[in-house]
């Protein structure tokens, strides 16, 4: 969700440093890149080992979700260039779709309303609704499980190193489309393909299945 159909992940970044930084900590930029694509808490565990069990997170996380939600509901959260038309091919195709995404599911429904996708999904499955977060696989299994479909059938879109590793490992293709920086060589390796753009996905998954339909006319 975050970077790959929201624009979202500079309200975040912005957030979280501003944060810090009213409570006397510098969260650099390599830092926080690490932070993409994971769920909060064990982002706010990263933040501990690096700053010391002296960290005031209470404090810290109450700051960061009020800095967030203001800059979201000020800015507004817009969609990533492509995603519309992507998501009006694969509704008129009939596929099944869903959202795996590290946020909980209160950030989640407050996000895809303000940019206008609550209902587009047939199901939404959240960081806070599995056990284990990207880069493990469980979220990706629990939306192919939703969906009722095998992962070798499904196809994952992601954007960052922990959800591209985590949908290989659930046994998907894997579309990287990068946002925030390029893929490690770790998640490069896992990605089925490397794209520019959602647009890009778009034309992959058409050919595909016209590819898929040469083959059954055969």
Known sequence: MDGLMLDTEPLYKAAWQQGCAELGFDLDESSYSTFIGRRTVDCERELVKRFGLGFPMPRFRTRCAELWRLSAQTRGISTKPGL?????????????????????????????????????????????????S???????????????????????????????????????????????????????????????????ALGWIRARLMDDQRQRDC
């Open 84 to 132: 519309l038309a992507l998501l009006e091919f694969v509704e008129a195709q009939g596929l099944a779709r869903a959202i795996a995404t590290s946020s909980d599911a209160a950030d989640a429904a407050f996000s895809l309303r303000r940019a206008g996708l609550s209902g587009r999904f047939e199901t939404v499955v959240t960081g806070d609704q599995i056990a284990h």
């Open 134 to 200: 990207k880069p493990a696989p469980d979220i990706y299994l629990e939306a192919a499980r939703r969906l009722g479909r095998h992962p070798s059938e499904c196809v994952a879109l992601e954007d960052s190193d922990a959800g591209i590793i985590a949908a290989r490992a659930a046994g998907m293709v894997t579309l990287c489309v990068p946002d925030a920086k390029p893929p490690s060589e770790a998640a490069a390796r896992a990605a089925s393909h490397v794209l520019g753009s959602l647009d890009e």
